[in-house]
């Protein structure tokens, strides 16, 4: 059950943000170019964590644009004089507005955490101006693939790690189907144009995506402990995301991008 303290699971660390940005930055990037960010365009960023995507959509609206950043923490986000940066607990405060609508609205693994996800997308919707685009992405619950590993008890570990990385996310309150359920909802608040994608690959260990779990389960260390792991299991797993030798399926990582309708001329 969802409550108004839930929050985003992880903290906005470089060891989380920098391998979450190089294993999910080129997705959201193609996915703004399938959309049409031009110059002097109004974009907003919401969860912006370390700011690449903030940076990234700074440098397609050009100096007649403006990006608005916001997050809960924002320690890691600079201000210019394209980017606003907003500090914003989304639970409780409204997003930030402009006078004639955004042209384009990112967030990335920032709805699935938070318990007014249906009224934030409403938000996001109402704030967009017509012809405007929504691109929106999140880690979804999947099976969990090892390809290779040391030994069977290894590949046995990584699996329960992983996997017990994502009950904890969804006994805490996470929506991990959030992502597969976005398109219907965005059909049925009338958005044209809704595509979506579902995205996995294989990491190796030592690889930015085999980081991006070990932290997830170091700064979930605890509550994997009441799951029945180990600290030696826990450490274990760390050992293995590290080797070059483990090759194991990524976390599905789900898309979808849609516009806003323009107003119909009357008749």
Partial sequence: MTTTGQRYQFRNSPHQLHPLQDVLDPH???????VGVKPGMRALDLGAGAGSITRHLAGLVGPDGNVTAVDLDTQLLNPTSIIDVYQRDLRTQPIPTTPDGYDVINARCL???????V?????????????????????????????????????????????????T???????LHWGENTPALLLAAGMNHVHARG?????????????LYANNAHQLHDQLIDTGLTV??????????????????SYQFATVHAQKPEPTPPS
């Avoid at 030696?232 to 399926?249: C, G, I, K, N």
Wanted: aromatic content about 4%; overall charge negative.
């Fill in 28 to 34: 959201t990037i193609r996915g703004l170019a399938r």
């Fill in 111 to 117: 709805l699935e955490h938070l318990p007014n996800r």
């Fill in 119 to 167: 009224d934030l997308l409403r938000q996001m919707i109402d704030l967009l101006r017509p012809g405007g685009w929504l691109v929106l992405g999140e880690i979804v619950y999947s099976r969990i693939v090892v390809h290779r590993a040391p030994t069977e008890p290894d590949a046995s570990l990584i699996t329960r790690a992983i996997h017990g990385v994502l009950d």
């Fill in 169 to 175: 996310l969804a006994d805490r309150g996470v929506d």
């Fill in 199 to 211: 995205l996995t690959e294989t990491w190796t260990g030592g690889g930015p995506g085999c980081a």
């Fill in 232 to 249: 030696e299991d826990l450490a274990r797993f760390t050992e293995l995301m590290a080797d070059p030798y483990v090759v194991v399926s």
